[in-house]
Every structure is written in C-alpha cells, then in structure tokens.
C-alpha cells in the first residue's frame, strides 16, 4: 500500500490548479516526505466552492476489525466505506509523487529500495481520489495523544498498471490529472465517479528516483 508520498508544490499552484476558493492552511512548507497521521493539505467541497485544508492522513478502520487508521481504500463495495463516497465527502490530495517499497532487498544495503513514482521526471503536481470525515477520537501516538475531533483523509486504491506492478504488484493509488477527472470526483453521482477507480495509463507514470531515503528529495 501507499504509505509515503510527496507535496512540494507551493500553496498559489495548487489553489490555481484546483480551483480553490477558501484556504485555512496558514503557511505551506514543502513536504518532501508524509507518513500516516502527518497533517497534510487537502481540498474538500464546501457547498458549491472548493475549500483547501489540513487533514490527518488515516480514515477511521472498520469497528469489527479495528487496528491502525487505513490510509488507502481498495474495496469501496464494504458498507464501512459506502457512506463517505459521496461527494460532500469527497475530496483532492494533492501529491507530487509517491512511493513503494521494492519487493526485494537490495544486493548492496540488504535493505528493500524506497521507490518512488511520479508524472514525469519534472514531478508535476497530480492529486489522489480521497475520502474525508471527521474523527472525535485521540489521534498521535500512544505517548502523546493528541485529542479530538480531527478532519482524516484516506485515499482509493486500484490495480496497479504495468509500471507499478513490478514494485507493489497488489495495489496503486488512484490518480487524478486532468480537469475533467478532478471534476468528475468532485460533483458526480458515485455511479458516474466509481469509474475512476482505474489505473493510470502506463505511459503516465515512471519511477523517478530509488533507494533508502524515505523522502523526495528531488520533488523539494
């Protein structure tokens, strides 16, 4: 699954990119590295307008199977997930790129390569197709919990498409470029927007650094 990604573009581009209307983020410094729980922007529909906003990164885990907040969601048929597929739910995670572990250690570090995935070269800003709620509970860690409520996100995953594949053969975040697609998340009805848990063409996306660092560097 997708547990690391990038966010280096500045604030004025994603609000130009993204339509946005309102922003409550204060100062956005890139973000070269997010982890699970990590505060990171994201863009909710707020009425008829577009909101930017800070988000803890992990929806709230199905209450039968508890465990840690899920970052990625694959099987949006559960009843667990239905509810936040609607648009006011709905919403852009900006990234710049993303990464996965390489199935195998690598020969020389006997550690597995962080690779990382983006448009191109050049890691144009793209965004994921998320979810949003709110969450009353601690969030944190266990040391230091820090108390409710929360805005938390999490983002659809898919098949991975031939470049991916290799790397993380089970899953890849489902990604949005387009203003038609960005649209369609957004405002349509699920029946129309479901089909947007799809994987990227092959061509539009290659694998743009590897090895042990757990950030992008270059994206910064």
Same mark, same amino acid.
């Given at each position: 699954?997708?547990?690391?990604?990038?966010?280096?573009? %500045?604030?004025?581009?994603?609000?130009?990119?993204?339509?946005?209307?309102? #922003?409550? =983020?204060?100062?956005?410094?890139?973000?070269?590295? =997010?982890?699970?729980?990590?505060?990171?922007?994201?863009?909710?529909? =707020?009425?008829?307008?577009? *909101?930017?906003?800070?988000?803890?990164?992990?929806?709230?885990?199905?209450?039968?199977?508890?465990?840690?907040?899920?970052? %990625?969601?694959?099987?949006?048929?559960?009843?667990?997930?239905?509810?936040?597929?609607?648009? /006011?739910?709905?919403?852009?995670?900006?990234?710049?790129?993303?990464?996965?572990?390489?199935? /195998?250690?690598?020969?020389?570090?006997?550690?597995?390569?962080?690779?990382?995935?983006?448009? %191109? *070269?050049?890691?144009?800003?793209?965004?994921?197709?998320?979810?949003?709620?709110?969450? #009353?509970?601690?969030?944190?860690?266990?040391?230091?919990?820090?108390?409710?409520?929360?805005?938390?996100?999490?983002?659809?995953?898919?098949?991975?498409?031939?470049? =991916?594949?290799?790397?993380?053969?089970?899953?890849?975040?489902?990604?949005?470029?387009?203003? *038609? /697609?960005?649209?369609?998340?957004?405002?349509?009805?699920?029946? *129309?927007?479901?089909?947007?848990?799809?994987?990227?063409? %092959?061509?539009?996306?290659?694998?743009?650094?590897?090895?042990?660092?757990?950030?992008? #560097?270059?994206?910064?």
């Amino acid at each position: 699954m997708c547990n690391l990604y990038s966010i280096t573009t %500045n604030q004025a581009a994603i609000i130009a990119l993204f339509r946005v209307v309102n #922003r409550y =983020v204060g100062n956005l410094p890139p973000m070269p590295g =997010v982890f699970p729980d990590y505060p990171a922007p994201v863009i909710r529909n =707020v009425g008829s307008d577009r *909101e930017l906003t800070m988000m803890r990164w992990g929806m709230p885990p199905p209450p039968k199977l508890g465990g840690p907040p899920v970052t %990625n969601i694959r099987n949006t048929s559960s009843p667990h997930w239905r509810g936040w597929l609607k648009p /006011e739910n709905r919403c852009l995670v900006p990234a710049n790129s993303f990464s996965e572990y390489a199935p /195998e250690p690598n020969p020389l570090t006997k550690k597995k390569d962080v690779v990382w995935f983006a448009l %191109n *070269e050049d890691r144009p800003p793209f965004a994921f197709a998320g979810i949003w709620t709110e969450f #009353r509970g601690d969030r944190g860690t266990k040391s230091k919990p820090v108390p409710g409520p929360h805005l938390v996100y999490g983002f659809l995953t898919t098949a991975p498409n031939a470049i =991916v594949d290799p790397i993380r053969p089970k899953a890849m975040p489902v990604i949005l470029t387009t203003d *038609e /697609e960005l649209d369609v998340w957004m405002r349509a009805p699920w029946d *129309e927007a479901r089909a947007l848990q799809r994987p990227s063409p %092959n061509g539009a996306l290659k694998i743009v650094a590897r090895g042990a660092v757990k950030v992008d #560097r270059a994206a910064a």
